[in-house]
């Protein structure tokens, strides 16, 4: 309001002489702004409009943690963009990179600092490789303490990383590593020697879901039936055997396949199949092998082939 000049009698006369001040206009025809600019989170003050969203106070105490669990050896390096909302109203993007990640599924981490304000959004994202669902599992958490010993706050990412999914927050949503589908890959062990048994041990932090398995034995003509039996150890203990029907004799090459649904059978001669469990999980350090009856020296697999669903097991 305007002051009248004048003497007056009281404020009901100094009110009904006064001139009510307009406020200047503005270009988008909102109340104006504060005339400096916030340095606090004073920006939604009298007559500004207010905007809802989701948001995260970050403090100058806080820190931003990466987490990145990898099997893809193609994948060196991934991205973490930040939004934060300034005091000032002003919203600031941050890009940062993991680089030099490893395919082993160790803990690769990356630590963003000195950033205050509100976490408005966050994304993780790689370029140029083509990963699968199961193969890169990604964590974002705030974090307090120091590197070494870390105070979690609270976790906003939990999920895997694929070339056609970023995830993201405030929207995306919390899985364990272990949880929906896993990546579809055949695992390979090669010719183990002469008068050797197979043995697959599982890679580190791993879980797998065996579907199918299958190996080739070739017989020496040394005398003797041999028995063919598969089985998965875990922990030092068998959690399972299977059984081929028949014996093979000597000078003889016959396929064996173990696959859900399968029957218990002898294909002809060169053939037979084992059934194995529709749902067979196993993680490290478990380990496939062959525990072979009568196997002679001569005698030969040509390798192992395993097709299995698999998860970063952490």
């Not at 005339?35 to 007559?47: L, M, N």
């Not at 390096?77 to 082993?104: C, E, F, K």
């Not at 496939?288 to 669903?309: K, M, P, R």
Request: no cysteine.
């Amino acid at each position: 309001m305007g002051l009248a000049p004048g003497n007056y009698d009281g404020l009901a006369a100094l009110d009904s002489a006064s001139v009510s001040a307009q406020p200047a206009p503005t270009a988008d025809g909102l109340p104006a702004a504060p005339p400096q600019p916030a340095s606090v989170f004073s920006f939604v003050a009298e007559g500004r409009p207010v905007v809802s969203m989701s948001g995260f106070l970050v403090t100058l105490d806080d820190s931003i943690q990466l987490t990145v669990w990898n099997s893809n050896a193609a994948l060196t390096s991934v991205t973490l963009q930040l939004r934060i909302l300034r005091p000032d109203g002003t919203i600031v993007t941050g890009a940062y990179a993991l680089n030099n990640i490893t395919a082993n599924r160790a803990a690769n981490v990356l630590t963003v600092s000195q950033i205050e304000g509100y976490l408005v959004g966050a994304v993780v994202g790689q370029s140029g490789v083509a990963v699968q669902r199961g193969q890169m599992f990604v964590s974002l958490a705030v974090v307090r303490g120091t590197a070494s010993n870390p105070l979690f706050v609270e976790t906003l990412i939990a999920d895997y990383l694929t070339s056609a999914f970023q995830p993201s927050w405030p929207q995306g949503e919390m899985r364990s590593a272990v949880e929906g589908a896993g990546f579809l890959y055949t695992a390979l062990e090669g010719f183990p020697g002469f008068g050797a048994d197979l043995a697959l041990a599982l890679p580190a932090a791993t879980r797998w879901r065996v579907a199918a398995l299958e190996t080739i034995l070739t017989t020496s003509a040394a005398a003797g039936n041999r028995q063919v039996n598969f089985q998965i150890t875990q922990g030092g203990q068998a959690i399972f055997r299977g059984y081929a029907l028949n014996t093979q004799g000597p000078s003889q090459t016959i396929t064996y396949s173990y696959g859900v649904n399968l029957p218990l059978a002898a294909i002809g001669t060169l053939s037979q199949t084992v059934p194995l469990p529709d749902a067979l999980f196993i993680s490290a350090p478990a380990q496939i092998t062959t525990l072979n009856t009568n196997l002679q020296a001569g005698d030969s697999f040509n390798g192992l082939q395993v097709a299995v669903e698999e998860w970063i097991n952490v």
